[in-house]
């Protein structure tokens, strides 16, 4: 009998670890996309860190699996997303704040020009 609770330990050690392993995976990987961001607005796009008032790592279950949220300072009612797999581009933005409904593509401050949004 204690060979077979030495194999279900095992087991159950080796599920464990598993399962474990694919959250510390998605934690690490949205970190490093978060860093890819950030270097690119800091070096490429000459942003200071400063401006920056979040940059958030996103699992999400749909494609891409895996995105940045960036909320700039002097725009604290627009988040705008990026990719950062092979390289980064602004893919989108979302106004957050209902009273600036009405603000307009033209009218956004951080619209990055290199970036997929048309």
Do not use: C, W
């Not at 949220?69 to 209902?98: C, G, L």
């Not at 033209?106 to 048309?118: A, Q, R, T, V, W």
């Amino acid at each position: 009998m204690r060979k077979i609770y030495k194999i279900a330990l095992v087991v159950a050690i080796l599920v464990l670890v598993i399962i474990l392993s694919r959250f510390i995976y998605i934690e690490v990987y949205k970190n490093i996309q978060e860093d890819k961001v950030t270097n690119y607005l800091i070096k490429e796009m000459g942003y200071d860190k400063g401006e920056l008032a979040s940059v958030e790592g996103v699992y999400g279950f749909k494609m891409p699996e895996f995105f940045t949220i960036v909320i700039f300072e002097n725009e604290p009612y627009v988040k705008y997303t990026y990719f950062a797999h092979n390289e980064v581009s602004q893919f989108d933005y979302e106004i957050i704040d209902r009273q600036y409904i009405r603000v307009t593509k033209n009218e956004l401050k951080n619209l990055d020009p290199n970036g997929l949004i048309e």
